[in-house]
């Protein structure tokens, strides 16, 4: 429905005097045309806006500096030396770039940070706080591609050395530097990795979101940390990067700002070739809540837009494709004049020469010039209420010469010759002889350490509270909690069945009770909360919420009711499992960002974690991130009434790739209290390491058994295997079998337990595995040290084959199959899921305990243990002719 159609249902006081205006507006089309009267309306909304009229913010403005020549601010700085410390930076990114090609083909990028050098220098140099002042500093998500720029300048400030940038992309035997910012590899310098394209514009609107958390529960003063995201306008099409976007707005996380390089080319051509990329961006960001700053334009082009009376050249501008600006950039002015200054525009451009057209048009953006980033950064950081775009345009390739600079192939351009780095260097105006610009390796260039350069940088990061990007941990292990928790997992159920999920929930329930270090918890939960039987945690706890809860919530009246609050401990996401990942990962990773330890858990459905988010479990791990992730309504056939969409038998095999997740699948609330405990002590305690757990949990309710007193269970569980059920005393000639089970697959194998006793004469032996994955770890590093493994020596001397049985597909208990000294078969669901009750779902896949029986019998019967004919008599007894 049309505005106009809207506005008729609304009661009109004086329509005589609306006339009144829309006959102006029909005068003013007669008399000066559409395009003028579109400028004086643009000029009477404007007015109108100033003058506190409530209109809404208009979706795209025009395609000028959204900050005007006349209204920057003063610059700060001494330009001159800023230039000189950027040129420095410029060419000691190309060098070291074009040395690791020269030598080993390892690749890099040169032409995203000499497009956006001074998006970084201004910052460096005015905004972005260090870790070395009050509070945690800033956060820096720097965009992958200019690490080279990031690694360019800590070499101009003594925190890298010429050895260390020769060994850019050279990282085997260490003391190499990452290709892209990577905290697992330099993790003095890094705090966030940023290459998985998307994830760093998601990650970061959470990390400021995380702050305000911290903040308003009291935790940690971050009212000085701001973070600045730095993107590329391709990466602006990952549906990721602006997926949290309406968040960002609506919890008015002004302490954000995203800065957008649209140098308006991707990896092979321009971002948006018949279309104009930042006004599409601006009407996304505006459409979502941000506040825009754009910068399209340098100072040059003032003269310009201030002869334009008519608008026509602004309007001319507005319909240009982003790919014909691009060529602008590539071509001379003469080609200029003839494609853009045609007809009544023609005499815009007559006072300027084909060389003035060439740099003003070709390459004339306003992110080649500090004093109008500045400006811009100025007003994200004093703009209140809401986070912040600065959207800059550039030229891809600035200041490498002619024939890198906004050419479609430069993101693949690897290296300069001798010759092209002559004319970069006096581009630049570095004092680099010719003689040092053979045909060899191009070397670095220092102004030296007590230069004025280096001094002026150098005074100015410590102005700023000292060097960034950087990482600090500083170690603080949180205390252990109490006993009381675990002895109630320990004891068992008694007769009232529990699913293992819940007993995780009341285990960290409890914990979050705990003086010391209960507050710490972070509950992370995407809007499922109530089916995991979390909503005790409601009223206690309360779910965060920067506005508190201004309205009544419609079960105020009940005991477990929906309690919003401003130092709420719970993040209920909604429903996105990115953004509760991202939540999770800048919880777990708070130890380093701002030095105060938290515990996350986050738990979901488990089909829905690794399967969509597997890209941002493994940044997780770049980013050393430490917590728990839980899978809840595990496995393949636990809640098969879902279908095939909710059943999960792969994200164990998923969880396996990953080196700093340590996967389990506890069959027993007290193996869930193990874990846990285990967890946090390697976490959190003296000597904390960089992991987190990823826990599968059942919504199958099952009286749960005390903790056995045998030797070694603990130990068992933690490594990933012990016996749980020795077989009952038999004579020494009955057959004997080894069962293994993980998660709720251990009730299968009990109940095949008792079958194969007492209808077969069979003794088995009932091993809980809860983690197949970390059996296998520690077996291949026992063959790489020459030790014998775990599983090995766990397994050794116990009579009969083995049969592996889980509700995970084969391939997760196949993992040890290389090192069990016994035959060894395995059952499991493969397959897609299927709606049906649990004992068909499992008699569908061959997983329930009758199956299991006959397939015992037929190993047994291969061997000879059995007699022939005993499989086929099993499975007619537990209905299975025909199949198993």
């Known amino acids: 429905m049309s505005a106009h159609h809207q506005l008729d249902q609304l009661p009109e006081p004086d329509p005589q005097e609306v006339a009144e205006w829309l006959a102006s507006v029909d005068g003013a089309v007669g008399a000066v045309g559409p395009q003028r009267t579109a400028r004086l309306l643009r000029r009477v909304v404007d007015h109108a806006r100033r003058a506190g009229v409530p209109l809404p913010p208009p979706s795209v403005t025009p395609y000028i500096n959204t900050i005007p020549t006349a209204a920057e601010p003063a610059y700060p700085g001494d330009e001159a030396i800023e230039a000189r410390i950027t040129a420095w930076n410029r060419w000691n990114a190309a060098v070291m770039v074009t040395r690791g090609n020269e030598r080993g083909g390892l690749g890099g990028h040169m032409a995203t ?26 956060q820096l ?174 309007d001319a501008l507005e319909t240009l494709p982003d790919g014909q600006l691009q060529t602008f950039a590539a071509r001379d002015g ?42 811009a950064y100025r007003a994200a950081l004093d703009h209140h209420g809401a986070p912040t775009v600065v959207m800059v345009q550039t030229v891809k390739g600035w200041t490498l010469g002619p024939g890198f600079e906004s050419r479609n192939a430069n993101h693949q351009m690897k290296k300069l ?74 004891k068992g159920s008694g007769t009232q069945p529990i699913a293992t999920t819940m007993a995780f929930v009341r285990l960290v329930k409890d ?78 990773t708070s130890y380093a960002t701002h030095g ?72 027993f609330a007290y193996e869930v209290g193990v874990i846990v405990r285990e967890g946090l002590r390697r976490m959190h305690g003296e000597s904390p390491e960089d992991v987190f757990y990823y826990l599968t949990v059942y919504n199958e309710t099952r009286v749960q058994p005390p903790m056995p007193q045998a030797e070694g269970v603990e130990e068992g569980i933690l490594r990933g295997l012990y016996r749980y059920r020795p077989a009952a005393a038999a004579a020494a000639d009955v057959p004997r079998l080894q069962l293994l089970a993980s998660g709720t697959a251990i009730h299968w194998i009990l109940r095949a337990q008792e079958l194969l006793a ?25 063959e790489a040290r020459g ?32 090192w069990v000294p016994q035959q060894w078969t395995s059952l499991g669901t493969d397959g897609f899921g299927l709606s049906d009750n649990r004992d068909n779902a499992r008699r569908h896949f061959g997983v329930d305990p009758g199956s299991i029986v006959v397939h015992a019998l037929r190993t047994l019967a291969a061997r000879g243990d059995v007699e022939p004919d005993v499989p086929e008599l099993a499975a007619r007894r537990y209905g299975l002719t025909g199949g198993s």
């Open 113 to 138: 940070y000499a497009s956006a050098a001074w998006l970084y220098e201004v910052g460096f140099q005015h905004f972005f706080q260090g870790k070395e002042g009050d509070g945690s500093g800033d």
């Open 417 to 490: 010759s001798g010759k092209e780095f002559r004319v970069m260097r006096d581009l630049l105006g570095l004092p680099i002889p010719d003689a040092r610009l053979g045909d060899g390796l191009v070397p670095y260039a220092h102004p030296g350490a007590d230069s004025e350069e280096v001094a002026y940088l150098q005074e100015r990061r410590r102005a700023l509270g000292g060097p960034a990007p950087a990482r600090r941990v500083v170690a603080r292990p949180l205390p252990a909690p109490s006993d009381r928790p675990f002895a109630a997992l320990a």
């Open 758 to 782: 007492t209808d077969w004469n069979v003794a088995a032996d009932v091993w809980s595995a809860p983690s197949w994955t970390l059996l296998r770890r520690d077996a291949m590093e026992a």
């Open 596 to 667: 105060e330890p938290m515990i996350p858990f986050y738990i979901f459905y488990s089909m829905f974690g690794w399967q969509r988010t597997a890209d941002q479990f493994w940044a997780l791990a770049d980013q050393l991130g430490r917590g728990f992730v839980v899978g809840a309504t595990a496995g393949r056939t636990t809640m098969t009434g879902e279908g095939l969409q909710h059943a999960d038998g792969h994200s164990h095999l998923i969880a396996s790739t990953n080196p700093a997740c340590l996967p389990y699948d506890p069959a």
């Open 141 to 314: 998500y720097v965009q992958g591609h200019a690490s080279p720029g990031v690694y360019a300048r800590a070499f101009l400030e003594g925190r890298l050395n010429e050895a260390e940038l020769d060994r850019f992309r050279m990282e085997a035997g260490g003391g190499g530097l990452p290709s892209y910012p990577h905290p697992r590899r330099l993790p003095w310098l890094w705090e966030f990795p940023t290459v998985s394209m998307g994830l760093g514009p998601l990650s970061a609107i959470y990390q400021a979101r995380f702050n305000r958390y911290l903040h308003h529960r009291g935790i940690k003063d971050t009212g000085r940390s701001h973070v600045w995201a730095f993107l590329g306008d391709g990466e602006m099409d990952e549906p990721e990067a602006t997926a949290a976007l309406s968040l960002a707005a609506r919890e008015e996380l002004d302490n954000l700002t995203f800065v957008v390089n649209c140098n308006l080319q991707r990896l092979d051509g321009p971002v948006r070739g018949n279309f104009k990329i930042m006004q599409e961006l601006e009407a996304q960001f505006r459409a979502a809540g941000w506040n825009v700053v754009k910068v399209p334009w340098g100072v040059e082009w003032d003269g310009l837009l201030a002869a334009d009376a008519d608008g026509l050249l602004l």
């Open 511 to 588: 914990l979050m009770r705990e003086q010391g270090t209960g507050p710490r918890w972070v509950p992370v939960v995407p809007d499922e909360a109530r089916t995991f039987g979390m909503e005790s945690l409601f009223p206690s706890a309360g779910i965060y919420s920067p506005k508190g809860q201004t309205y009544e919530p419609v079960d105020r009246d009940q005991l477990l009711y929906y309690k919003e609050s401003t130092d709420g401990q719970i993040l209920n996401e909604g429903i996105t499992e990115a953004g509760s990942l991202a939540s999770f990962t800048a919880a777990a």
């Open 787 to 818: 030790r014998t493994p775990y599983v090995t020596e766990a397994l050794a001397g116990a009579p009969g084959p083995v049969v592996a049985v889980s509700d995970w597909m084969r391939a997760v208990p196949d993992q040890i199959a290389p």
């Open 334 to 375: 003469a080609y200029i004049r003839e494609r853009l200054f045609t007809g009544a525009l023609a005499g815009l451009a007559r006072p300027y020469g084909d060389e003035d057209l060439a740099r003003i048009v070709g390459t004339s953006r306003g992110g080649h010039e500090p004093r109008k980033i500045h400006a």
